[in-house]
């Protein structure tokens, strides 16, 4: 299936202010680009391309010093047209035959706070066999526990503070289920990307960002969404990292404010 992903946002500047966007789609996904989601800007600015830690790609620009700049890219992609499917290994390794490069995704960070939700997760957890079948109780339980509402969403809420609220939008999910998995010894990691709407029924809410995470199981990383909670069609990485604070859509050392945005995931025809 050919899938056209893409977004608009348009930044208010009042001042020249730096910036690093992660907004492309992520290297791992190279293989499937029909027509890549090359970046633009309007009035132009001048760029550069850099990969994190993490290997997202990122982009550096300085914004203009009054009025406004609109980001804007298209790609094509091709992905499967089925719902996702888990692979058939699903076993929980022991933390001393984890790979060097999954380490950190065991420890607590800055909005998955592993030590205030230990006891959470093993009262959980802690009864059911080690692997998938305590990944998915707690993408249920995260699921059933947060009610979403977007009216509510605050960059700064945690995982702790997500569970404390029983609130918050997909971000909470990912990073409530991401906390209670390192806590009982699974490394999760958080990602954000596109997410389409293909078989599924009517009505179709507006297109946005999302986020889920990647568990490490099976000498493989398997991706769980606990804010959707059931196999999709038509899921795109942008980023991955510890939690949100790795992948912001957009970081700005200054005054940018995001005054508007327009996110595109559907078939093409």
């Known amino acids: 299936m050919k899938l056209r992903v893409g977004f608009q946002l348009t930044y208010s500047c ?17 293989d499937r680009v029909i027509v890549p989601d090359r970046i633009s800007f309007d009035p132009p600015v001048a760029f550069t391309h850099y990969y994190d830690a993490f290997g997202n790609l990122c982009t550096r620009i300085v914004t203009p010093s009054q009025g406004s700049l609109v980001v804007a890219t298209e790609g094509v992609l091709d992905v499967p047209d089925t719902p996702e ?31 205030l939700l230990s006891n959470v997760a093993w009262a959980l957890v802690g009864g059911l066999p080690p692997g998938r079948p305590r990944v998915l109780a707690i993408c ?3 699921h ?23 609130i918050g939008v997909c971000r909470d999910y990912a990073q409530l289920a991401v906390a209670l998995c390192r806590a009982i010894n699974i490394p999760a990691r958080y990602c954000t ?14 297109q946005d960002f999302c986020a ?6 099976g000498d493989s990383w ?3 969404d606990p804010r ?24 700005t050392f200054g005054d940018a404010a995001l005054v508007a945005f327009e996110v595109i995931c559907e078939p093409v025809p």
Not at 148 to 162: G, V
Not at 198 to 206: D, E, G, K, Q, S
Not at 229 to 249: E, F, K, Q, S
């Open 14 to 30: 009042s001042q020249a202010t730096p910036a690093v966007l992660m907004l492309n789609t992520h290297p791992s996904m190279a």
């Open 85 to 115: 499917t888990y692979p058939a290994e699903d076993n929980q390794h022991p933390v001393e035959e984890l790979p060097h490069d999954c380490l950190q995704f065991l420890l607590g960070s800055r909005y998955c706070e592993t030590d």
């Open 140 to 142: 249920d339980y995260a």
């Open 144 to 166: 059933s526990h947060i009610k979403f509402d977007y009216k509510t969403a605050r960059p700064t809420r945690t995982a702790f503070e997500a569970h404390q609220e029983g």
């Open 193 to 206: 990307g596109y997410i389409s709407d293909v078989n599924l029924p009517p009505p179709y809410a507006a």
């Open 212 to 217: 889920w995470f990647e568990a490490y199981l």
């Open 222 to 224: 398997q991706t769980f």
């Open 228 to 251: 959707n909670n059931a196999p999709r069609t038509g899921r795109v990485l942008m980023a991955r990292g510890r939690d949100a604070t790795d992948v912001p859509i957009s970081m």
